[in-house]
């Protein structure tokens, strides 16, 4: 039995494990964390990646886990509407929302609940400190548990991936904002609609998690990289976003208190070989950086990396999932025309990208305005590839 080792605990490490277990691999995965990551923003399933859920036989469930909003709205200090897009105005796939949407939190649970009983080992609290490769496999070096050997080895650590910098060259590009999301309560109607509300520099984006008061807010601000940006980011937001209205100084309060805060620096990867000899990055590590793809992308990813290595050896397996992935992943990765305008620096930037927004359901060919992002989410063909081990 072949063995594999995946770096990453999240949507591409769980989705591969899943697929892997499916071909008759021997799995492990390592998770820098202690446990299974619970938080996290709204994530969107789109195109392709919906057949492979299918073909899991998870739909079901992710589709019960829907947070039940269904679009955007842009709102102004007092919380009125300026402009909205629904999640079905471009496709079930195509808007800033898709028409499919889960807490990444309930994605990860599902996708962890679907792998059978045992058949995956987890590390936890602990990460990949060296890879040596060798004839008959790659020697593992962890920063806790010693080491060990197995046939192959994935990178699917995020953009920041540890596994990428020991062995690849990447093109990291800074997007110019940061980023930041927590769990919080409001007490406030949102009729089934993410809020959006922006300052110059500052975006606040607010989304409802059924109808209970909780929500997810997400906090982002542009400008140049801070040095120790990331040793007290509460500090750093809330002096971003002192004085900023409508509902932020609640949030801020709430910010303060919470035990669940993501805070990075917004990044896209550009990665020209996936993969060097028995190592092979998968997610965001080889593609992150998308625009409401990221997610779609590493559970198609998982899919067909997986399906070729249950084809062929490594070397060639591996060079088939990039060629098989290469074109889907190129067109996913072109950012929308207007997207750049998410954190905009002035009030008139803000006006002007508030119009476009409140005109764009309603006008023709809008579909190809926002970047075509249904058809990009659809553009790759899944081969049907032969289970060792029959589904449940």
């Not at 976003?241 to 993501?262: A, I, N």
Request: glycine share 14%.
């Amino acid at each position: 039995m072949r063995t594999a080792l995946i770096s990453g605990a999240g949507i591409a490490g769980l989705s591969l494990a899943y697929w892997l277990t499916e071909h008759g691999f021997r799995v492990t995965i390592v998770e820098r964390a202690t446990a299974l990551r619970s938080g996290g923003q709204a994530i969107d399933v789109r195109g392709a990646a919906r057949d492979v859920v299918t073909r899991m036989g998870l739909m079901d469930q992710i589709r019960a886990a829907h947070t039940g909003t269904h679009g955007i709205a842009i709102i102004d200090g007092k919380g009125r509407q300026i402009a909205r897009m629904g999640g079905d105005d471009f496709g079930d796939s195509g808007g800033i929302v898709a028409e499919l949407e889960i807490l990444r939190g309930d994605l990860v649970r599902i996708l962890h609940d679907a792998l059978a009983p045992g058949s995956v080992e987890f590390v936890f609290g602990d990460t990949i400190a060296a890879l040596t490769e060798h004839g008959n496999g790659v020697t593992v070096t962890f920063g806790k548990s010693g080491t060990r050997d197995f046939d192959i080895v994935v990178g699917a650590d995020g953009i920041r991936s540890g596994v990428r910098d020991l062995l690849f060259e990447a093109d990291v590009r800074d997007l110019g904002y940061y980023t930041s999301y927590f769990p919080a309560r409001m007490d406030i109607d949102f009729d089934g609609w993410e809020l959006m509300y922006c300052e110059p520099r500052r975006a606040t984006l607010v989304y409802p998690v059924g109808t209970s008061g909780e929500v997810r807010a997400m906090l982002a601000f542009s400008g140049p990289e801070i040095p120790g940006a990331r040793r007290d980011p509460k500090a750093l937001l809330a002096k971003m976003f002192d004085g900023v209205g409508w509902e932020l100084p609640g949030l801020l309060e709430q910010l303060r208190d919470t035990d669940d805060l993501f805070f990075d620096r917004a990044a896209e990867v550009r990665v020209q070989r996936w993969s060097r000899g028995r190592v092979v990055l998968l997610g965001d590590s080889a593609f992150g950086g998308s625009l409401g793809m990221g997610t779609s992308m590493a559970i198609v990813g998982a899919y067909v990396l997986a399906g070729e290595l249950s084809t062929a050896g490594h070397e060639q397996a591996f060079a088939q999932y990039q060629n098989e992935m290469s074109e889907y992943v190129t067109r996913n990765q072109k950012r929308p025309p207007g997207s750049s305008g998410f954190v905009p620096g002035s009030r008139a930037g803000i006006w002007l990208r508030n119009q476009f927004m409140r005109l764009l359901p309603h006008l023709p060919g809008r579909k190809r305005m926002l970047g075509g992002i249904e058809k990009s989410a659809n553009a790759i063909t899944l081969k049907t590839y032969t289970r060792s081990v029959s589904p449940a």
